[in-house]
């Protein structure tokens, strides 16, 4: 490993590797991502791999928006030699209440203005979507077409390999032990492999992001949040959309192996670093599925486990630095979405390092929005 | 050219070779976790119970011993069963 280096990185899931990768494609090669364990082995390599555009606030919605035309070309744009698996089948949003169903119709009003087009379905129309679905209750659905699935191990994969191909250094199994700062200023990392010299470092560590905050001594308000989820055996194609629905706290998606895959929020969870699955989630999860989607009775569950949302008070990621600290920039806070903004969280965060113009105004999303009270409170997350 | 490498299946569930696991090995892939990432090596119905101890001894013929790979984590269910087998089972068990 070097010991010193112009940008470190910190975390090794989809974001850390995207960002070095911007920053390597607009010239700054000397980039070191440092991950404790192997790259995607926490919460991306963990997420319901879902891509959805359908968002009720404006960053999540433009973030969201561009990073799918990025999925779009990413074979090609980052030379892979596999494949991303990216798949638009479509998300189904379902409203069981006339509550979520207004929401749905707010969000699908500002959707539109950001040029998404959006389809308010009435039950018969859901269904024509999705045949299986139990419509007993529907107030309403909304479907975007471009919405989908994508691999997170090899969307991970490919941007380290492009990464690395342009001279950026992944040291894995490497775990930062400290933040090195003098006068207001980053001047190194510290970690269980030795000590590296830099000035710019890059918080990309999801659920343990507040932890590295810490480190150089700033307090951010994201907090980690166990999320669980399971995956079934593969099956012929039967689902072409992603169903998700805010009152079940459930989602659900076939997969273009054929499995399935499937999570539910907990409101009850507490914060917290644990990613044990329980039996719990296990009976929940098939009692409330098998209502929805009452097919889904025959098929058998192969594996089930847990990952860590990066929750903030808002639901939106905190992207930018602090000028608590110079040199200290942060990509974290994504509170379950994190996978499907990669894209655009890799080039925001390389050209605001770098000091160029950025794509979209992340200056609303700094960790300053906090003090200001410009929060964003995205409605829809499960 | 004849390669017996493509003939010999190591993971059943996900029709992965011999030739691919060590192509990925040869590639940098270098434990059970990584190797099931990349490539759903063990993620299928037996959730590992084939090809894991296959690919272990793969790992150890690259150089790097059994009792140095960093183990692999099985996870529940032990056993492949139905949502509708769950869901009837906790009939009557309310959930928040």
Redesign the interface.
Known sequence: MRKSAEVVVIGGGVNGVAIAYELAKRGCKDVLVLEKEYLASGATGRCGAGVRQQWGTEMNLRMSIDSVKLFETMNQDLEYDKDIEFKQGGYLLVAYTEAGWDQFKKNVSLQRQYGLDVKLCNPAEAREIVPHLNTEGLVGATFNQTDGHCNPFHVTDAYAKAARRLGVEISTYTEVTGIVTEKGRVIGVRTDKGDIATTTVVNAAGGHGAIIAQMAGIDIPVYPERHQILVTEPVAPIQGPMVMSFHHHLYCQQTPHGSFIMGLGDPTEKPGLSHRATWQFLEEMAQKVTWLLPPLKDIRVVRQWAGLYDMTPDRTPILGGTPELAGFHMAVGFSGHGFMLAPMTGILMAEHILGLPTSLPIEKIDLGRFARGELFHEPSVV | MYDKDREIIICRCEDLTLADIKELINKGYR?L??LR??S?CG???C?GRTCRPLVQRELQSVGIPVKDQIPGIF???SK?????A??R??EG?H??
Do not use: N
Request: charged share 20%.
């Open positions: 434990s976790d990584e990432r990349i759903r993620m299928g119905p959730q996870r529940p269910p492949p069963i139905t949502l509708g769950i869901a089972g906790s068990v959930h928040a």
